[in-house]
């Protein structure tokens, strides 16, 4: 059984940094990818950014380019998210998930990571 958890979150001032931090458990493939989500209240879920394990290719969302940067230790299935020059718009609450192909879909996802940011 898969299981993605997400940690890091919390409380920072704009202009702060956090670091999230993610790890996936019962995976039986290695060609995967693993991305970050955030939804803030009232909002629908929006895109922050995507690494694919095998090619180490990544891709953001529009609005956390040149702020927030993905990575991953492949050994230890695990993501990050820096995430510098925070704003308030980046409060919401962050979750990890894992597409899993031959699926095209994120299909296991983590219970989610608050962070917010206060002016």
């Known amino acids: 059984q898969v299981e993605v958890v997400e940690s890091g979150g919390g409380l920072v001032q704009a202009g702060g940094s956090l670091r999230l931090s993610c790890v996936a458990s019962?995976?039986?493939?290695?060609?995967?990818?693993m991305g970050w989500f955030r939804q803030a209240p009232g909002k629908e879920r929006e895109f922050v950014a995507e690494?694919?394990?095998?090619?180490?290719?990544?891709n953001y969302g529009d609005s956390v380019k040149g702020r927030f940067t993905i990575s991953g230790d492949n050994a230890k299935n695990m993501v990050y998210l820096q995430m510098n020059s925070l704003k308030p718009e980046d409060t919401a609450v962050y979750y990890c998930?894992?597409?899993?192909?031959?699926?095209?879909?994120?299909?296991?996802w983590g219970q989610g990571t608050q962070v917010t940011v206060s002016s």
């Open positions: 019962g995976l039986t493939s290695s060609s995967y990818s």
């Open positions: 998930a894992i597409d899993l192909p031959p699926s095209a879909d994120y299909d296991y």
């Open positions: 690494r694919d394990r095998n090619s180490g290719f990544t």
